[in-house]
Every structure is written in structure tokens, then in C-alpha cells.
């Protein structure tokens, strides 16, 4: 069964960094380009980055660029998003999600992690 479990989110302050990572199980990342998505309270969900499974190529929405990075890991199965230089802005739900290409709308993605909570917060 297809599968994604994230982990990684917790409290931090502004400027502190935080790695999210996901991990895939019933499917591969060579076939699957794994997305990250947000969801703050009272707003819709905006996608966040993703990598390609087909060239490894990244792409960051702009209000996380320069900060943020995203890897994977093929052996492992997973995925890996660091947040640095976080900001209050930053606090939400955090959703990885899997396509066959990498897109900034949701609906394209097959699979779903159950999301994982940051807060930024002094």
C-alpha cells in the first residue's frame, strides 16, 4: 500500500531552522517526484517545493527561496526539506505528496502524508 509518512516539524524561533523529511513505502521515488505543500489556519494550501523524480530538479515557491532546500535520498526512499531562516509567516501544516511530475497544484498529486505541524514562534 502506498504510503508517506512525514516527521520533522515541532516549535522553533524566528531564524531557526528545521528538516522535515518524508518517506515513501509501496513505491518508488524513480517513478514519483515528491512535492511539499502548507496549510496555515484559515488559508489555502500553497505548494512549497518540489523534486523531480526524472532529473532531481528543485523548484521552490518565491517566499521560501534562498531559504529552504530539498533533497532525496533514492536508497532510503525518502525525501528531505530544510527550512532555514524561518519565520513566523512560515507556521503551518506541512503536507508531503507524490505525482509523477512536480506541479504547484495539489489535485495532480496521487499520494499524501498525514502533514506535520511547524511553529514559529519567540
Known amino acids: 500500500q502506498e504510503q508517506l509518512v512525514e516527521s520533522g516539524g515541532g516549535l522553533v524561533q524566528p531564524g531557526g531552522s528545521l528538516r522535515l523529511s518524508c518517506a515513501a513505502s509501496?513505491?518508488?521515488?524513480?517513478?514519483?517526484?515528491i512535492g511539499w505543500f502548507r496549510q496555515a489556519p484559515g488559508k489555502e494550501r500553497e505548494g512549497v517545493s518540489c523534486?523531480?523524480?526524472?532529473?532531481?530538479?528543485?523548484y521552490f515557491a518565491d517566499s521560501v527561496k534562498g531559504r529552504f532546500t530539498i533533497s532525496r535520498d533514492i536508497a532510503k526512499n525518502t525525501v528531505n526539506l530544510q527550512m532555514n531562516s524561518l519565520k513566523p509567516e512560515d507556521t503551518a501544516v506541512y503536507y508531503c505528496a507524490a505525482a509523477p511530475v512536480c506541479s504547484s497544484v495539489s489535485a495532480r498529486y496521487d499520494y499524501w502524508g498525514q502533514g506535520t505541524q511547524v511553529t514559529v514562534s519567540s
Open positions: 523534486i523531480s523524480s526524472s532529473t532531481g530538479s528543485a
Open positions: 509501496g513505491f518508488s521515488l524513480d517513478y514519483y517526484s
